[in-house]
């Protein structure tokens, strides 16, 4: 579900491609929940926000964007916190995500200059939920369809992945578990630099609300 805000949003900071912000709803009981979105999209000219809300649980975030309607009003961060851009002399971009930073993803490609290699690696929960995704640089991509449990489709591909010559970034976004185990083989099996990975839990499972500054390196 996209929802596009227009507000006070004079001198926001959209932290660039693939950032992360909160983003408050009103719920019932005069209460007001929080979640972390990505920025889809922001147009400081227009002062016009873009989200893309997932709608693949009933939770209260999902029940708001459903039910959303011209004229309603919400809250968010006053700054999102730094996206991702290549490392300097980066050729090539891999990405792995599940289906909750496929946002991210979106954004991150759109930023990319010609000339660069993209390959994205993106596991969804149905087939019908891939999406298109754009690009000046050119790009491949692989959908993969969630069987067994959440991201273990991404894991494996991970497991057979190839870097390109060159240097280069991996970029990660997925569930913390399988963030983990993408992250541990991308630095020991495939020998990756640390300074070029670029990884983030975007959820955790059987944890409501896991914590946006889960990237993985405190097990190192």
Not at 56 to 84: C, I, L, N, Q
Not at 151 to 170: R, T
Request: hydrophobic share 40%; aromatic share 8%.
């Amino acid at each position: 579900m996209r929802i596009v805000a227009t507000g006070e949003l004079d001198g926001w900071n959209d932290g660039g491609p693939g950032a992360h912000f909160k983003v408050f709803v009103p719920a019932p009981d005069d209460e007001t929940v929080m979640r972390t979105y990505t920025v889809r999209d922001f147009d400081p000219d227009e002062g016009r926000l873009t989200i893309d809300f997932g709608l693949h649980a009933d939770g209260p975030m999902t029940r708001w964007a459903r039910s959303a309607a011209v004229g309603d009003r919400f809250a968010v961060a006053g700054e999102a916190r730094p996206g991702y851009a290549p490392g300097a002399g980066a050729r090539w971009c891999l990405l792995f995500a599940d289906h909750c930073a496929l946002p991210a993803v979106s954004a991150v490609l759109e930023s990319l200059p010609a000339g660069m290699e993209a390959i994205v690696f993106a596991e969804v929960t149905d087939a019908a939920d891939a999406t298109e995704l754009t690009s000046a640089a050119e790009v491949s991509t692989a959908w993969l369809v969630e069987s067994g449990r959440p991201c273990a489709e991404l894991v494996a591909a991970a497991g057979n992945a190839v870097l390109p010559e060159g240097p280069g970034d991996v970029w990660i976004g997925c569930e913390a578990g399988a963030m983990r185990d993408i992250r541990r083989h991308v630095l020991g099996a495939l020998r990756l630099p640390r300074e070029a990975l670029h990884s983030r839990a975007y959820w955790k499972q059987n944890v409501e609300n896991h914590s946006d500054h889960d990237t993985g390196s405190d097990e190192e």
